[in-house]
């Protein structure tokens, strides 16, 4: 069973810079990251397929954020630039190694992402 460990974030004023870390247990066919304000629901932030790199983006991140990854470490990278209040929110991995059924499928951008692992969540806060 495929596990997702995360590291990074904290706090940063509007307009500065975060980046996320995240490393899988095993090879998957896509990572990403889901992030949850207080209160909201969780939504789909970046995802990058671990075969080809194509990547996608929610609409209310692209420009701002990127996502890569060391596919020979099994880790993908959140790098998220000119930060704003409304990104502050804990911030979830996911991984998509294949197995079927997910546990769930969920939106990421223009993807649905079969979700085989969740992480512990990073927190990230926006705040002057």
């Known amino acids: 069973q495929v596990h997702v460990v995360e590291s990074g974030g904290g706090s940063v004023q509007p307009g500065g810079s975060l980046r996320l870390s995240c490393a899988a247990s095993?090879?998957?066919?896509?990572m990403g990251w889901f992030r949850q304000a207080p209160g909201k629901p969780r939504e789909g932030v970046a995802a990058?397929?671990?075969?080809?790199?194509?990547?996608s983006f929610a609409d209310s991140v692209k420009g701002r954020f990127t996502i890569s990854q060391d596919v020979a470490k099994n880790t993908v990278y959140l790098q998220m630039n000119s930060l704003k209040p409304e990104d502050t929110g804990i911030y979830y991995c996911?991984?998509?190694?294949?197995?079927?059924?997910?546990?769930?499928?969920?939106?990421?951008?223009?993807?649905?992402?079969?979700?085989?692992?969740w992480g512990q969540g990073a927190q990230v806060t926006v705040s002057s």
């Open positions: 996911v991984a998509d190694a294949g197995l079927r059924p997910p546990l769930l499928y969920k939106e990421v951008g223009s993807w649905q992402f079969g979700v085989n692992a």
């Open positions: 095993e090879a998957t066919y896509a």
């Open positions: 990058i397929s671990s075969r080809n790199s194509d990547t």
